[in-house]
């Protein structure tokens, strides 16, 4: 069964960091592309970052770029997402995201708040 769970999120000040953890369980991690949404509440959720199986390809919102990182380590079953100069409007819960199978399976998410 397929499973996706994120850590690492928290209260921080802009300007700060964060480092978001997504474990994977189920499924041939290194086969596939994880990416990483955002949501706030009563909105959409919004594509944030993604990574190819190798690493090699990535890509980002353009309200990221420059500020967020996404890698991965297919040793561990982890894709990561490096979070700098963080600002009020990245505040929201974050989610892990893949495709298996034909199927989308998301994780439960991670709550960022930004905040002095």
């Known amino acids: 069964q397929v499973q996706l769970v994120e850590s690492g999120g928290g209260l921080v000040q802009p300007g700060g960091s964060l480092k978001l953890s997504c474990a994977a369980y189920g499924f041939t991690f290194v086969s596939y592309t994880m990416s990483w949404y955002r949501q706030d509440p009563g909105k959409e959720r919004d594509f944030v970052a993604s990574?190819?199986?190798?690493?090699?390809?990535?890509n980002y919102a353009d309200s990221v770029k420059g500020r967020f990182t996404i890698s991965r380590d297919n040793a561990k079953n982890t894709v990561y997402l490096h979070i700098n100069s963080l600002k009020p409007e990245d505040t929201a819960v974050y989610f892990c995201?893949?495709?298996?199978?034909?199927?989308?399976?998301w994780g439960r998410g991670t709550q960022v708040t930004v905040s002095s």
């Open positions: 995201r893949t495709a298996v199978g034909g199927r989308i399976y």
């Open positions: 990574i190819t199986w190798s690493g090699g390809s990535t």
